[in-house]
């Protein structure tokens, strides 16, 4: 068996619609679409392909020539495969079905034989897109002629892709102790922005059990869609009703559906989990401590000094009375002054 490394090439769309025009990868058009050699003395075979038939197209062919002296019976693997890692890369399953196959001739027997590869709900005004085709080898071992793999076109226009961006998820703040009727999500679209973009927006129960909210019960079960007109980006924002506003905490669950175009990707989660506060909390669900300031005491201006009365006898003059606030409490203080002879 030949063993092979798959094709990786990146570069852009030339113009053009027809596979010998368009080919997003570029280069050479044989062997894709070339025949094989008028004759060989020797033994070989030759690795080429069919142009569609019709459009939209339903199947491609491999076709496999077996070559010079047809001594013996002869069988030789064919195969498609998707080409990872390029820009206009065609998907198995999605855009064609990656076959391999058996192809045999018998003793005596040369010329053509054909491996058929379905195609899958083409359309002909799309991107056209490229998967590969390789020759895997053959029993008895025979001389390759040419090259032993290539890329298959599926046809379609060579314009680019527009980049319709990315969207993002997030609920919208509630700030405690504000009154609410709804929970909000914000739905925002990043650049570039080519083309029309939509989303659909589908609300769910996460489970059952306290700290999870019930459709129905706690909030009003939701699926719309958002849109965006080309070129337009920024934030766009579905309201949910609450029914009940009072047992929060509670969780509850929404996820992004239908993507349009389908190139449209999601810059974080495409669901997020939902939060309808309660009384004590905000609207991500985190406890909310009050926080209090002591009451201030505003202490009146001491008295420092009395006038003077009394004698030189040497007896107590005056009494100066000290009001001091201490944490609230007022307290009495004496002070003795005596007057000498």
């Known amino acids: 068996m030949i063993a092979f490394a798959p094709l990786a090439s990146t570069q852009a769309a030339s113009a053009g619609t027809s596979p010998d025009e368009c080919r997003p990868s570029g280069g ?21 392909s069919n142009p569609p038939a019709a459009s939209p197209v339903t199947e491609l062919g491999a076709v496999l020539y077996r070559l010079g002296p047809a001594d013996g019976a002869l069988s030789a693997v064919v195969e498609a495969f998707e080409i990872s890692g390029i820009e206009f890369g065609a998907e ?19 010329g053509p034989k054909v491996m058929t590869i379905p195609i899958l709900d083409h359309d002909p005004d799309a ?4 998967f590969g085709v390789a020759f895997q080898g053959s029993l008895p071992d025979v001389d390759l002629i040419g090259d032993d793999q290539f890329e298959m076109l599926i046809p379609g226009t060579c314009e680019p892709i527009p980049d319709p961006g990315a969207v993002s998820l997030a609920q919208a703040t509630i700030e405690p102790g504000v009154a609410f009727s ?10 570039p922005g080519e083309g029309p973009a939509a989303v659909r927006l589908d609300t769910f129960d996460i489970r059952d059990g306290a700290g999870f909210a019930v459709a129905g019960t706690h909030y009003t079960q939701v699926s719309e869609s958002l849109e965006w007109d080309d070129g337009e980006l920024g934030a766009k924002t579905l309201s949910i009703p609450i ?7 509670l969780e509850f669950g929404v996820a992004i559906n239908d993507l349009e175009p389908d190139t449209l990707e999601f810059a974080n989660d495409d669901q997020i989990d939902l939060v309808i506060p309660g009384s004590d909390t905000n609207a991500l669900g985190d406890s909310v401590v009050p926080t209090t300031t002591p009451p201030t005491t505003t202490l009146p201006d001491p008295v420092t000094e009395l006038p003077e009365t009394g004698s030189n006898n ?23 002054r005596s007057t000498l002879s």
């Open 243 to 249: 029914l009940l506003q009072d047992a929060g905490p």
């Open 28 to 48: 050479d058009l044989s062997p894709t679409h070339g025949g094989p050699p008028s004759s060989s003395s020797f033994p070989g075979v030759f690795l080429t």
């Open 92 to 110: 198995d399953g999605v855009h064609f079905e990656a076959t391999r196959e058996t192809l045999e001739w018998a003793d005596g027997e040369s």
């Open 127 to 130: 991107q056209a897109l490229i």
């Open 182 to 191: 709804t929970v909000d999500v914000i739905v925002t679209r990043s650049g």
């Open 314 to 336: 040497g007896q107590l003059g005056a009494i100066a009375l000290l009001l001091v606030g201490v944490g609230g409490v007022l307290v009495a203080s004496t002070r003795r």
